[in-house]
């Protein structure tokens, strides 16, 4: 059974640093691109970033660029988001996913191309 499990968010003030944590189980984690996707109240859900399966490459969004870092811990099958400089605009449930890739490394920035995704984790970003 595939499980995605987030942790680390919580409430924190504008300009502050959150660290976001997924750990995966059941899935050969080395073999999916990881990433990270946020829903704010009465928003669709968008794209944060991507990483490949070795962790050599990532993508961003514009709006997280310069701010977040994604990066993965393959001999502990975590993906990790490390939030610097939040603004309240960031406030959201964050969830991580899993896409498996046999061939190559295409960082997705939409949803429907992951596999499995986790419960989520909110994070609010006080004014």
């Known amino acids: 059974q595939v499980q995605l499990v987030e942790s680390g968010g919580g409430l924190v003030q504008a300009g502050g640093s959150l660290r976001l944590s997924c750990a995966t189980s059941?899935?050969?984690?080395?073999?999916?691109?990881m990433g990270w996707f946020r829903q704010a109240p009465g928003k669709e859900r968008e794209f944060v970033a991507a990483?490949?399966?070795?962790?050599?490459?990532?993508y961003y969004d514009d709006s997280v660029k310069g701010r977040f870092t994604i990066s993965r811990d393959n001999a502990k099958n975590t993906v990790y988001l490390q939030m610097n400089s939040l603004k309240p605009e960031d406030t959201a449930v964050y969830y991580c996913?899993?896409?498996?890739?046999?061939?190559?490394?295409?960082?997705?920035?939409?949803?429907?191309?992951?596999?499995?995704w986790g419960q989520g984790t909110q994070v609010t970003v006080s004014s």
């Open positions: 996913a899993a896409d498996r890739q046999y061939f190559s490394d295409h960082l997705s920035s939409i949803g429907r191309d992951y596999d499995y």
């Open positions: 990483i490949s399966r070795s962790g050599g490459g990532t």
């Open positions: 059941g899935l050969t984690f080395s073999t999916y691109v």
